[in-house]
Protein backbone atom coordinates (compact mmCIF):
# COMPACT_ATOMS: atom_id res chain seq x y z
CA UNK A 1 0.00 0.00 0.00
CA UNK A 2 2.66 2.76 0.83
CA UNK A 3 4.61 1.41 -1.96
CA UNK A 4 2.02 2.12 -4.66
CA UNK A 5 0.49 5.80 -3.24
CA UNK A 6 3.62 7.99 -4.68
CA UNK A 7 3.58 5.99 -7.71
CA UNK A 8 -0.07 6.89 -8.25
CA UNK A 9 0.24 10.52 -7.09
CA UNK A 10 3.62 10.72 -9.21
CA UNK A 11 2.30 9.33 -12.55
CA UNK A 12 -0.12 12.37 -13.15
CA UNK A 13 -1.49 14.99 -11.46
CA UNK A 14 -4.96 14.21 -11.80
CA UNK A 15 -6.80 10.87 -9.97
CA UNK A 16 -8.58 9.16 -13.25
CA UNK A 17 -6.61 6.95 -14.84
CA UNK A 18 -6.43 7.30 -18.38
CA UNK A 19 -6.57 4.27 -19.86
CA UNK A 20 -9.63 3.27 -18.59
CA UNK A 21 -11.32 5.73 -19.07
CA UNK A 22 -9.82 5.44 -23.05
CA UNK A 23 -11.90 1.45 -22.37
CA UNK A 24 -14.94 3.08 -21.27
CA UNK A 25 -15.89 5.09 -23.76
CA UNK A 26 -17.87 3.95 -26.53
CA UNK A 27 -16.45 3.94 -30.27
CA UNK A 28 -19.18 3.22 -32.55
CA UNK A 29 -16.90 3.59 -35.22
CA UNK A 30 -14.78 -0.17 -34.10
CA UNK A 31 -17.74 -1.92 -33.15
CA UNK A 32 -19.57 -4.29 -35.19
CA UNK A 33 -23.17 -5.16 -34.82
CA UNK A 34 -22.04 -8.51 -32.99
CA UNK A 35 -20.75 -6.50 -30.46
CA UNK A 36 -23.66 -5.26 -29.23
CA UNK A 37 -26.25 -6.35 -26.75
CA UNK A 38 -29.33 -7.68 -28.62
CA UNK A 39 -31.97 -7.46 -25.92
CA UNK A 40 -34.50 -9.69 -27.50
CA UNK A 41 -31.76 -12.75 -27.99
CA UNK A 42 -30.17 -11.99 -24.20
CA UNK A 43 -28.96 -15.78 -23.30
CA UNK A 44 -25.41 -14.50 -23.14
CA UNK A 45 -26.24 -12.31 -20.68
CA UNK A 46 -28.69 -14.81 -18.90
CA UNK A 47 -26.76 -17.63 -18.30
CA UNK A 48 -24.48 -16.57 -16.21
CA UNK A 49 -26.58 -15.25 -13.80
CA UNK A 50 -29.61 -18.29 -13.50
CA UNK A 51 -26.02 -20.51 -13.16
CA UNK A 52 -24.86 -18.47 -10.02
CA UNK A 53 -28.44 -18.05 -8.37
CA UNK A 54 -29.38 -21.95 -8.45
CA UNK A 55 -25.54 -22.42 -7.48
CA UNK A 56 -25.52 -21.09 -4.68
CA UNK A 57 -29.18 -21.84 -3.45
CA UNK A 58 -28.13 -25.32 -3.82
CA UNK A 59 -25.36 -25.07 -1.58
CA UNK A 60 -27.43 -23.27 1.55
CA UNK A 61 -29.92 -26.28 0.91
CA UNK A 62 -27.30 -28.98 1.12
CA UNK A 63 -26.28 -26.92 4.51
CA UNK A 64 -29.20 -26.97 6.20
CA UNK A 65 -31.32 -29.28 4.46
CA UNK A 66 -32.40 -30.18 8.17
CA UNK A 67 -34.41 -27.09 8.80
CA UNK A 68 -37.99 -27.30 8.40
CA UNK A 69 -38.41 -23.87 7.80
CA UNK A 70 -40.90 -22.86 5.58
CA UNK A 71 -39.51 -21.11 2.44
CA UNK A 72 -40.53 -17.42 1.32
CA UNK A 73 -41.92 -16.92 4.77
CA UNK A 74 -38.48 -17.40 6.13
CA UNK A 75 -35.76 -15.36 5.30
CA UNK A 76 -33.40 -17.93 6.40
CA UNK A 77 -34.84 -20.57 3.86
CA UNK A 78 -32.25 -20.74 0.86
CA UNK A 79 -35.48 -21.72 -2.40
CA UNK A 80 -38.62 -20.58 -2.97
CA UNK A 81 -41.01 -23.42 -3.14
CA UNK A 82 -44.02 -22.34 -4.95
CA UNK A 83 -43.91 -24.44 -7.95
CA UNK A 84 -42.94 -27.60 -6.18
CA UNK A 85 -45.30 -30.07 -5.17
CA UNK A 86 -46.81 -30.43 -2.09
CA UNK A 87 -45.71 -33.83 -1.59
CA UNK A 88 -42.01 -32.60 -2.23
CA UNK A 89 -42.54 -29.78 0.64
CA UNK A 90 -43.98 -32.30 3.04
CA UNK A 91 -41.36 -34.45 2.61
CA UNK A 92 -38.57 -32.42 3.06
CA UNK A 93 -40.34 -31.84 6.35
CA UNK A 94 -41.09 -34.91 7.42
CA UNK A 95 -37.27 -36.06 6.34
CA UNK A 96 -35.85 -33.09 8.40
CA UNK A 97 -37.51 -35.12 11.45
CA UNK A 98 -36.48 -38.01 10.72
CA UNK A 99 -32.93 -37.00 10.46
CA UNK A 100 -33.24 -35.61 13.66
CA UNK A 101 -34.34 -38.62 15.10
CA UNK A 102 -31.54 -40.49 13.66
CA UNK A 103 -29.39 -38.25 15.47
CA UNK A 104 -30.86 -38.42 18.69
CA UNK A 105 -31.82 -42.08 18.89
CA UNK A 106 -28.70 -42.93 17.68
CA UNK A 107 -26.73 -42.62 20.75
CA UNK A 108 -23.49 -42.43 19.59
CA UNK A 109 -21.23 -41.06 22.43
CA UNK A 110 -22.91 -43.96 24.58
CA UNK A 111 -21.35 -46.44 22.57
CA UNK A 112 -18.38 -44.96 22.02
CA UNK A 113 -17.64 -44.38 25.58
CA UNK A 114 -18.08 -47.86 26.06
CA UNK A 115 -15.54 -48.89 23.93
CA UNK A 116 -13.17 -46.58 25.48
CA UNK A 117 -13.15 -49.53 28.44
CA UNK A 118 -15.64 -47.43 30.66
CA UNK A 119 -14.42 -45.59 33.89
CA UNK A 120 -18.00 -44.25 33.61
CA UNK A 121 -20.17 -41.35 35.36
CA UNK A 122 -18.54 -42.75 38.74
CA UNK A 123 -15.34 -42.97 37.86
CA UNK A 124 -15.21 -39.10 36.59
CA UNK A 125 -16.89 -38.13 40.42
CA UNK A 126 -14.39 -40.40 42.25
CA UNK A 127 -13.43 -38.94 45.71
CA UNK A 128 -14.44 -39.80 48.94
CA UNK A 129 -17.09 -42.26 48.21
CA UNK A 130 -18.22 -44.90 50.59
CA UNK A 131 -20.84 -46.92 51.78
CA UNK A 132 -23.79 -46.32 49.53
CA UNK A 133 -22.67 -43.70 47.02
CA UNK A 134 -19.35 -46.29 46.71
CA UNK A 135 -21.54 -48.77 45.91
CA UNK A 136 -24.22 -47.08 43.39
CA UNK A 137 -21.00 -45.93 41.49
CA UNK A 138 -19.66 -49.54 41.29
CA UNK A 139 -23.21 -50.57 39.52
CA UNK A 140 -23.15 -47.86 37.70
CA UNK A 141 -18.85 -48.19 36.31
CA UNK A 142 -19.70 -49.01 32.99
CA UNK A 143 -21.18 -45.81 32.36
CA UNK A 144 -19.78 -43.59 29.43
CA UNK A 145 -17.13 -41.06 30.86
CA UNK A 146 -18.41 -37.76 32.37
CA UNK A 147 -15.97 -35.53 30.51
CA UNK A 148 -16.92 -37.71 27.33
CA UNK A 149 -20.21 -36.50 27.97
CA UNK A 150 -20.27 -33.12 28.48
CA UNK A 151 -17.71 -32.56 25.80
CA UNK A 152 -19.14 -33.99 23.32
CA UNK A 153 -21.67 -31.23 22.31
CA UNK A 154 -24.54 -31.40 20.14
CA UNK A 155 -24.55 -31.73 16.65
CA UNK A 156 -25.36 -29.44 14.43
CA UNK A 157 -28.38 -30.89 13.17
CA UNK A 158 -29.71 -30.53 16.74
CA UNK A 159 -29.30 -26.55 17.20
CA UNK A 160 -31.90 -26.35 14.82
CA UNK A 161 -34.65 -27.37 17.29
CA UNK A 162 -38.12 -28.00 16.12
CA UNK A 163 -41.46 -29.72 18.32
CA UNK A 164 -43.26 -31.38 15.61
CA UNK A 165 -41.27 -34.57 17.46
CA UNK A 166 -42.29 -33.62 20.84
CA UNK A 167 -45.68 -32.98 19.51
CA UNK A 168 -46.56 -36.08 17.33
CA UNK A 169 -44.72 -38.75 20.30
CA UNK A 170 -46.58 -37.08 22.99
CA UNK A 171 -50.11 -37.47 21.48
CA UNK A 172 -48.90 -41.32 20.39
CA UNK A 173 -47.68 -42.11 23.68
CA UNK A 174 -50.90 -40.23 24.94
CA UNK A 175 -53.29 -42.03 22.67
CA UNK A 176 -51.79 -45.54 22.97
CA UNK A 177 -51.68 -45.63 26.73
CA UNK A 178 -55.33 -44.15 26.61
CA UNK A 179 -56.38 -47.32 24.32
CA UNK A 180 -54.74 -49.63 26.60
CA UNK A 181 -56.85 -47.66 29.72
CA UNK A 182 -59.97 -48.77 30.89
CA UNK A 183 -63.23 -46.98 29.82
CA UNK A 184 -64.19 -44.94 32.30
CA UNK A 185 -60.72 -43.41 32.56
CA UNK A 186 -59.48 -43.07 28.84
CA UNK A 187 -60.10 -39.28 28.48
CA UNK A 188 -58.57 -38.70 31.73
CA UNK A 189 -55.64 -40.84 31.18
CA UNK A 190 -55.14 -39.08 27.68
CA UNK A 191 -54.93 -35.76 29.29
CA UNK A 192 -53.37 -36.95 32.18
CA UNK A 193 -49.79 -38.04 29.87
CA UNK A 194 -50.09 -35.57 27.80
CA UNK A 195 -49.46 -33.02 30.77
CA UNK A 196 -46.93 -35.29 32.16
CA UNK A 197 -45.14 -35.31 29.07
CA UNK A 198 -44.93 -31.66 28.50
CA UNK A 199 -44.47 -30.68 32.63
CA UNK A 200 -42.16 -32.80 32.79
CA UNK A 201 -40.12 -32.08 29.91
CA UNK A 202 -40.34 -28.51 31.48
CA UNK A 203 -39.11 -29.58 34.22
CA UNK A 204 -36.00 -31.83 33.57
CA UNK A 205 -35.09 -28.96 31.46
CA UNK A 206 -34.90 -26.42 34.06
CA UNK A 207 -33.85 -28.23 36.07
CA UNK A 208 -30.70 -29.25 34.07
CA UNK A 209 -30.47 -24.87 33.50
CA UNK A 210 -30.16 -24.99 37.56
CA UNK A 211 -27.86 -26.89 37.99
CA UNK A 212 -25.83 -25.84 35.14
CA UNK A 213 -25.06 -22.28 36.01
CA UNK A 214 -23.52 -20.90 32.74
CA UNK A 215 -26.68 -20.06 31.33
CA UNK A 216 -25.89 -16.72 32.46
CA UNK A 217 -23.27 -15.42 29.91
CA UNK A 218 -22.39 -11.82 31.29
CA UNK A 219 -21.02 -10.16 28.41
CA UNK A 220 -24.46 -10.10 26.18
CA UNK A 221 -27.04 -8.01 26.33
CA UNK A 222 -30.21 -8.50 28.29
CA UNK A 223 -32.83 -9.81 25.26
CA UNK A 224 -29.41 -11.68 23.59
CA UNK A 225 -29.42 -13.55 26.78
CA UNK A 226 -33.02 -13.69 27.04
CA UNK A 227 -32.94 -15.77 23.50
CA UNK A 228 -30.10 -17.14 24.14
CA UNK A 229 -31.81 -18.94 26.91
CA UNK A 230 -35.23 -19.39 25.56
CA UNK A 231 -33.45 -21.54 22.63
CA UNK A 232 -31.40 -24.09 25.01
CA UNK A 233 -34.66 -24.25 26.56
CA UNK A 234 -36.50 -25.00 23.48
CA UNK A 235 -33.79 -27.31 22.21
CA UNK A 236 -33.35 -29.91 25.29
CA UNK A 237 -37.39 -30.02 25.00
CA UNK A 238 -37.06 -30.69 21.53
CA UNK A 239 -34.56 -33.57 22.14
CA UNK A 240 -36.11 -35.46 25.31
CA UNK A 241 -39.68 -35.26 22.81
CA UNK A 242 -37.88 -36.84 20.19
CA UNK A 243 -36.01 -39.45 22.99
CA UNK A 244 -39.62 -40.25 23.77
CA UNK A 245 -39.69 -42.31 20.61
CA UNK A 246 -38.72 -45.89 22.39
CA UNK A 247 -41.90 -45.55 24.81
CA UNK A 248 -44.09 -45.20 22.33
CA UNK A 249 -42.93 -48.42 20.92
CA UNK A 250 -43.40 -49.85 24.38
CA UNK A 251 -47.12 -48.26 24.82
CA UNK A 252 -48.09 -49.22 21.30
CA UNK A 253 -47.07 -52.78 22.85
CA UNK A 254 -48.66 -52.35 25.87
CA UNK A 255 -51.82 -51.32 23.75
CA UNK A 256 -51.42 -54.80 21.66
CA UNK A 257 -51.17 -56.25 24.75
CA UNK A 258 -48.25 -59.02 24.76
CA UNK A 259 -48.10 -60.86 28.28
CA UNK A 260 -46.52 -59.18 31.26
CA UNK A 261 -43.61 -62.17 31.20
CA UNK A 262 -42.24 -60.33 27.77
CA UNK A 263 -42.81 -56.81 29.23
CA UNK A 264 -40.49 -56.85 31.64
CA UNK A 265 -37.04 -57.05 29.57
CA UNK A 266 -38.08 -55.55 26.85
CA UNK A 267 -39.36 -52.52 28.46
CA UNK A 268 -36.39 -52.69 30.69
CA UNK A 269 -34.53 -52.25 27.18
CA UNK A 270 -36.64 -49.56 25.85
CA UNK A 271 -36.38 -47.32 28.51
CA UNK A 272 -32.55 -47.31 28.82
CA UNK A 273 -32.50 -46.29 25.35
CA UNK A 274 -34.48 -43.54 25.98
CA UNK A 275 -32.38 -42.65 28.57
CA UNK A 276 -29.09 -43.06 26.65
CA UNK A 277 -30.16 -41.41 24.21
CA UNK A 278 -31.78 -38.18 26.31
CA UNK A 279 -28.54 -37.67 28.16
CA UNK A 280 -27.07 -36.21 25.39
CA UNK A 281 -28.65 -32.58 26.59
CA UNK A 282 -26.23 -32.81 28.81
CA UNK A 283 -23.45 -32.05 26.17
CA UNK A 284 -23.36 -27.87 26.26
CA UNK A 285 -25.89 -27.49 28.71
CA UNK A 286 -22.87 -26.21 31.17
CA UNK A 287 -23.44 -29.08 33.84
CA UNK A 288 -20.82 -28.93 35.58
CA UNK A 289 -18.53 -32.60 36.16
CA UNK A 290 -19.48 -33.87 39.56
CA UNK A 291 -22.95 -33.27 38.87
CA UNK A 292 -23.95 -34.82 36.04
CA UNK A 293 -25.40 -37.73 38.14
CA UNK A 294 -27.68 -35.44 39.92
CA UNK A 295 -28.47 -34.00 36.21
CA UNK A 296 -29.52 -37.12 34.90
CA UNK A 297 -31.42 -38.47 37.69
CA UNK A 298 -34.57 -36.61 36.95
CA UNK A 299 -34.47 -37.97 33.46
CA UNK A 300 -34.38 -41.08 34.85
CA UNK A 301 -36.95 -40.42 36.91
CA UNK A 302 -39.32 -39.54 34.13
CA UNK A 303 -38.71 -42.08 31.68
CA UNK A 304 -39.73 -44.71 34.57
CA UNK A 305 -42.50 -42.88 35.51
CA UNK A 306 -44.15 -43.09 31.59
CA UNK A 307 -42.12 -46.76 31.68
CA UNK A 308 -44.22 -47.66 34.56
CA UNK A 309 -47.60 -46.04 33.34
CA UNK A 310 -46.76 -48.48 30.13
CA UNK A 311 -45.81 -51.49 31.86
CA UNK A 312 -48.98 -51.70 34.04
CA UNK A 313 -51.73 -50.53 31.21
CA UNK B 1 -13.51 -27.30 37.05
CA UNK B 2 -10.20 -26.13 36.33
CA UNK B 3 -11.43 -23.35 33.97
CA UNK B 4 -13.62 -21.18 36.49
CA UNK B 5 -10.93 -20.00 38.38
CA UNK B 6 -10.21 -16.10 38.85
CA UNK B 7 -10.13 -14.60 35.67
CA UNK B 8 -7.73 -11.98 36.17
CA UNK B 9 -6.31 -8.96 33.98
CA UNK B 10 -3.09 -8.16 35.09
CA UNK B 11 -1.31 -4.86 33.15
CA UNK B 12 2.22 -4.28 33.29
CA UNK B 13 3.38 -0.78 32.93
CA UNK B 14 6.31 0.98 31.52
CA UNK B 15 8.36 0.65 34.46
CA UNK B 16 7.82 -2.96 35.41
CA UNK B 17 5.44 -3.03 38.66
CA UNK B 18 1.77 -3.93 38.41
CA UNK B 19 -0.50 -1.01 37.13
CA UNK B 20 -4.60 -1.90 38.20
CA UNK B 21 -5.57 -5.72 38.46
CA UNK B 22 -8.70 -5.86 36.71
CA UNK B 23 -10.38 -8.29 38.70
CA UNK B 24 -13.56 -9.29 36.48
CA UNK B 25 -17.04 -8.51 38.40
CA UNK B 26 -18.86 -11.73 38.31
CA UNK B 27 -17.18 -14.59 39.22
CA UNK B 28 -19.24 -17.43 40.09
CA UNK B 29 -17.08 -19.19 42.64
CA UNK B 30 -19.96 -19.34 45.25
CA UNK B 31 -22.74 -17.83 44.06
CA UNK B 32 -24.86 -17.77 46.90
CA UNK B 33 -22.48 -14.65 48.19
CA UNK B 34 -24.19 -12.89 45.20
CA UNK B 35 -27.14 -10.68 45.04
CA UNK B 36 -29.48 -12.40 43.03
CA UNK B 37 -32.97 -11.23 42.62
CA UNK B 38 -36.22 -12.80 42.91
CA UNK B 39 -37.43 -13.31 38.93
CA UNK B 40 -33.36 -14.40 37.99
CA UNK B 41 -32.77 -18.11 37.13
CA UNK B 42 -29.75 -17.47 39.35
CA UNK B 43 -31.99 -16.79 42.06
CA UNK B 44 -32.89 -20.08 42.43
CA UNK B 45 -29.80 -21.45 41.43
CA UNK B 46 -28.72 -21.28 44.95
CA UNK B 47 -31.29 -23.47 45.84
CA UNK B 48 -29.68 -26.55 44.20
CA UNK B 49 -25.78 -25.36 44.72
CA UNK B 50 -24.92 -29.10 45.39
CA UNK B 51 -23.07 -31.56 43.49
CA UNK B 52 -23.74 -35.67 43.53
CA UNK B 53 -21.61 -36.53 46.28
CA UNK B 54 -22.89 -34.03 48.33
CA UNK B 55 -26.59 -35.38 47.50
CA UNK B 56 -25.97 -38.91 48.19
CA UNK B 57 -24.10 -38.06 51.64
CA UNK B 58 -27.30 -36.38 52.75
CA UNK B 59 -29.19 -38.88 51.61
CA UNK B 60 -26.89 -41.36 53.74
CA UNK B 61 -27.30 -39.06 56.62
CA UNK B 62 -30.87 -39.00 56.41
CA UNK B 63 -30.96 -42.62 56.06
CA UNK B 64 -28.45 -43.54 59.01
CA UNK B 65 -29.10 -40.24 61.31
CA UNK B 66 -26.17 -39.70 63.27
CA UNK B 67 -25.30 -36.09 63.99
CA UNK B 68 -28.23 -33.43 63.47
CA UNK B 69 -29.51 -33.07 60.39
CA UNK B 70 -28.89 -29.47 60.09
CA UNK B 71 -25.19 -29.77 60.67
CA UNK B 72 -25.28 -32.19 57.95
CA UNK B 73 -26.28 -29.56 55.90
CA UNK B 74 -23.41 -26.97 57.08
CA UNK B 75 -25.65 -23.77 56.36
CA UNK B 76 -26.63 -24.53 52.37
CA UNK B 77 -29.59 -26.29 52.06
CA UNK B 78 -31.02 -27.76 49.04
CA UNK B 79 -33.70 -27.96 47.10
CA UNK B 80 -33.09 -30.47 44.60
CA UNK B 81 -33.42 -33.69 47.26
CA UNK B 82 -36.63 -32.50 48.32
CA UNK B 83 -38.03 -31.93 44.85
CA UNK B 84 -36.52 -34.92 43.44
CA UNK B 85 -37.20 -37.12 46.33
CA UNK B 86 -40.91 -36.68 46.34
CA UNK B 87 -41.06 -36.92 42.55
CA UNK B 88 -39.23 -40.81 43.25
CA UNK B 89 -41.95 -41.22 45.68
CA UNK B 90 -44.67 -40.48 43.74
CA UNK B 91 -43.82 -42.58 41.34
CA UNK B 92 -42.72 -45.78 43.77
CA UNK B 93 -46.25 -45.23 45.15
CA UNK B 94 -48.06 -45.55 42.25
CA UNK B 95 -46.22 -48.14 40.94
CA UNK B 96 -46.20 -50.47 44.20
CA UNK B 97 -49.98 -49.29 44.58
CA UNK B 98 -51.03 -50.40 41.47
CA UNK B 99 -49.05 -53.76 41.65
CA UNK B 100 -50.48 -54.27 45.36
CA UNK B 101 -54.09 -53.67 43.77
CA UNK B 102 -53.37 -55.91 40.91
CA UNK B 103 -52.20 -59.43 43.31
CA UNK B 104 -55.45 -58.36 45.49
CA UNK B 105 -57.59 -58.04 42.32
CA UNK B 106 -55.82 -61.74 41.50
CA UNK B 107 -58.67 -63.71 39.28
CA UNK B 108 -61.40 -61.08 39.46
CA UNK B 109 -60.69 -60.27 35.55
CA UNK B 110 -58.83 -57.98 33.44
CA UNK B 111 -57.11 -55.85 35.55
CA UNK B 112 -57.18 -51.97 34.99
CA UNK B 113 -55.48 -49.53 36.76
CA UNK B 114 -56.84 -46.75 38.54
CA UNK B 115 -54.72 -42.89 37.17
CA UNK B 116 -56.10 -41.28 39.75
CA UNK B 117 -53.69 -43.47 42.10
CA UNK B 118 -50.99 -41.18 40.17
CA UNK B 119 -52.73 -37.55 40.81
CA UNK B 120 -53.60 -39.02 44.29
CA UNK B 121 -49.91 -39.61 45.09
CA UNK B 122 -48.69 -36.29 43.40
CA UNK B 123 -51.23 -34.12 45.36
CA UNK B 124 -50.42 -35.94 49.06
CA UNK B 125 -46.56 -36.08 48.68
CA UNK B 126 -45.97 -32.66 46.93
CA UNK B 127 -48.58 -31.39 48.59
CA UNK B 128 -47.41 -32.45 52.35
CA UNK B 129 -43.72 -31.18 51.28
CA UNK B 130 -44.37 -27.67 49.95
CA UNK B 131 -47.39 -26.79 52.50
CA UNK B 132 -46.48 -28.19 55.97
CA UNK B 133 -42.88 -26.89 55.67
CA UNK B 134 -43.69 -22.94 54.90
CA UNK B 135 -46.55 -23.50 57.65
CA UNK B 136 -44.49 -24.57 60.14
CA UNK B 137 -41.80 -21.64 59.12
CA UNK B 138 -44.70 -19.16 59.08
CA UNK B 139 -45.60 -20.10 62.87
CA UNK B 140 -42.03 -19.88 63.74
CA UNK B 141 -41.40 -16.67 62.71
CA UNK B 142 -44.67 -15.55 63.98
CA UNK B 143 -43.83 -16.32 67.23
CA UNK B 144 -40.36 -14.85 66.79
CA UNK B 145 -37.95 -17.59 66.25
CA UNK B 146 -34.61 -16.34 65.10
CA UNK B 147 -33.73 -19.47 64.05
CA UNK B 148 -36.19 -20.76 61.33
CA UNK B 149 -34.90 -21.30 58.35
CA UNK B 150 -37.84 -21.87 55.03
CA UNK B 151 -34.94 -23.34 52.85
CA UNK B 152 -33.86 -25.59 55.85
CA UNK B 153 -37.35 -26.38 56.98
CA UNK B 154 -38.28 -27.89 53.00
CA UNK B 155 -35.24 -29.55 52.95
CA UNK B 156 -35.55 -31.48 56.29
CA UNK B 157 -39.28 -32.45 55.53
CA UNK B 158 -37.82 -33.59 51.92
CA UNK B 159 -35.13 -35.59 53.11
CA UNK B 160 -37.55 -37.22 55.58
CA UNK B 161 -39.41 -38.33 52.75
CA UNK B 162 -36.82 -40.98 51.78
CA UNK B 163 -38.06 -43.62 54.04
CA UNK B 164 -41.21 -43.85 52.10
CA UNK B 165 -39.46 -44.89 48.92
CA UNK B 166 -37.96 -47.76 50.95
CA UNK B 167 -41.65 -48.43 52.66
CA UNK B 168 -42.80 -48.46 48.71
CA UNK B 169 -40.61 -50.76 47.91
CA UNK B 170 -41.39 -53.29 50.41
CA UNK B 171 -45.28 -52.58 50.19
CA UNK B 172 -46.39 -54.17 47.59
CA UNK B 173 -47.53 -57.66 48.94
CA UNK B 174 -51.48 -57.90 49.56
CA UNK B 175 -50.48 -59.07 52.65
CA UNK B 176 -52.56 -56.74 55.09
CA UNK B 177 -50.87 -56.77 58.49
CA UNK B 178 -46.98 -56.63 56.64
CA UNK B 179 -47.99 -53.49 55.10
CA UNK B 180 -49.24 -51.70 58.28
CA UNK B 181 -46.15 -52.68 60.21
CA UNK B 182 -44.25 -51.48 57.38
CA UNK B 183 -46.05 -48.21 57.14
CA UNK B 184 -45.89 -47.46 60.94
CA UNK B 185 -41.98 -48.44 61.01
CA UNK B 186 -41.66 -45.99 58.18
CA UNK B 187 -44.16 -43.30 59.96
CA UNK B 188 -41.66 -44.02 63.74
CA UNK B 189 -38.33 -43.68 61.48
CA UNK B 190 -39.35 -40.44 60.06
CA UNK B 191 -41.38 -38.79 63.20
CA UNK B 192 -38.04 -39.56 64.78
CA UNK B 193 -35.84 -38.33 62.39
CA UNK B 194 -38.36 -34.79 61.83
CA UNK B 195 -38.80 -34.70 65.74
CA UNK B 196 -34.96 -34.85 66.44
CA UNK B 197 -33.90 -32.03 63.88
CA UNK B 198 -36.76 -29.72 64.96
CA UNK B 199 -36.45 -30.02 68.13
CA UNK B 200 -33.66 -27.77 68.86
CA UNK B 201 -35.51 -25.36 66.78
CA UNK B 202 -38.79 -25.31 68.26
CA UNK B 203 -37.47 -25.03 71.56
CA UNK B 204 -36.69 -21.65 70.49
CA UNK B 205 -40.05 -20.43 71.37
CA UNK B 206 -41.75 -20.45 74.59
CA UNK B 207 -42.26 -24.12 76.68
CA UNK B 208 -45.75 -23.93 75.87
CA UNK B 209 -45.92 -22.89 72.07
CA UNK B 210 -43.19 -25.53 71.30
CA UNK B 211 -45.19 -28.22 72.95
CA UNK B 212 -48.11 -27.54 70.97
CA UNK B 213 -46.19 -27.15 67.47
CA UNK B 214 -44.40 -29.95 68.46
CA UNK B 215 -48.00 -32.23 68.80
CA UNK B 216 -49.39 -30.53 65.59
CA UNK B 217 -46.50 -31.85 63.71
CA UNK B 218 -46.52 -35.17 65.01
CA UNK B 219 -50.20 -35.24 64.37
CA UNK B 220 -49.63 -34.58 60.65
CA UNK B 221 -46.82 -36.83 59.84
CA UNK B 222 -48.73 -39.52 61.10
CA UNK B 223 -52.02 -38.36 58.79
CA UNK B 224 -49.59 -38.60 55.75
CA UNK B 225 -48.79 -41.87 56.87
CA UNK B 226 -52.18 -43.38 57.65
CA UNK B 227 -53.20 -41.33 53.87
CA UNK B 228 -50.47 -43.22 52.45
CA UNK B 229 -51.69 -46.68 54.34
CA UNK B 230 -55.22 -46.04 52.95
CA UNK B 231 -54.37 -44.43 49.44
CA UNK B 232 -51.93 -47.19 48.21
CA UNK B 233 -52.05 -49.69 50.39
CA UNK B 234 -55.28 -50.70 51.03
CA UNK B 235 -56.22 -54.10 49.35
CA UNK B 236 -58.38 -54.92 52.17
CA UNK B 237 -60.87 -52.73 52.81
CA UNK B 238 -62.15 -51.05 49.79
CA UNK B 239 -60.77 -53.34 47.29
CA UNK B 240 -64.21 -54.39 46.60
CA UNK B 241 -64.73 -51.23 45.12
CA UNK B 242 -61.22 -49.28 44.74
CA UNK B 243 -62.92 -46.06 44.03
CA UNK B 244 -64.51 -45.67 46.96
CA UNK B 245 -60.94 -46.24 48.59
CA UNK B 246 -59.67 -43.68 46.52
CA UNK B 247 -62.28 -40.92 47.64
CA UNK B 248 -62.01 -41.74 51.52
CA UNK B 249 -58.31 -41.13 50.74
CA UNK B 250 -58.34 -38.23 49.12
CA UNK B 251 -60.63 -36.65 51.61
CA UNK B 252 -58.26 -37.54 53.88
CA UNK B 253 -55.75 -35.82 52.45
CA UNK B 254 -57.82 -32.40 51.70
CA UNK B 255 -58.66 -32.80 55.72
CA UNK B 256 -55.27 -33.01 56.80
CA UNK B 257 -54.68 -29.73 54.31
CA UNK B 258 -57.39 -27.95 55.98
CA UNK B 259 -56.00 -28.81 59.62
CA UNK B 260 -53.08 -27.51 58.95
Redesign the interface.
Known amino acids: MAAMMPSASTSSGNPYDDDAVERDLIDPDDATLDDLDDPLQGTSDRAPLTGNISARSGAANTQSYLTSSIPGEDRRAPTNTIDETVWETLSRDLLAIWEKMKQVLYPKYLLGGMMQQGGGIGAA?R???D???GS?RNIAGRWPDADALLQSGMSEGLRDWDLWGPLIFCLLLSLFLSWG??GK?KD??FS?VFAMVWIGEAVVTL?I???G?N??V?SQARTAKMLT?LSAFFQSISIIGYTLFPLVIAALLSAIGIPIIVRVPVYLVLIAWSLAAGVSIMGGSGV???????AV??LF?FY??LG??CF?? | ?AN?GYDVVVDVDQEGDLGHTDLQ??L?FH?SRRKHFLW???F??QA?D????E???R??AA?FPRANFLDVLEGNPDL?GP??IA??VV?IL??TG??NQ?LASKGVGKF?????L??GAAGLVYGYTAFVPVGLWAVLKWYGSESANLLECACLYGYANLVWIVVALVSWSPVSILNYVFVALGLAFSAFFLLRNLYPVLSTTEAKTSKILLVVVLALHAGFAIAIKVLFFASTSPIGNPKGGEDKGDGKGDMMMMSR
Open positions: EGDAGLGIAGQLVGQKLLGMCQLVRNRVGIYPVIACLIS | MREDESTLSYAFVDTNVLRCQIYVWTTVFLTIYEYDFKLS
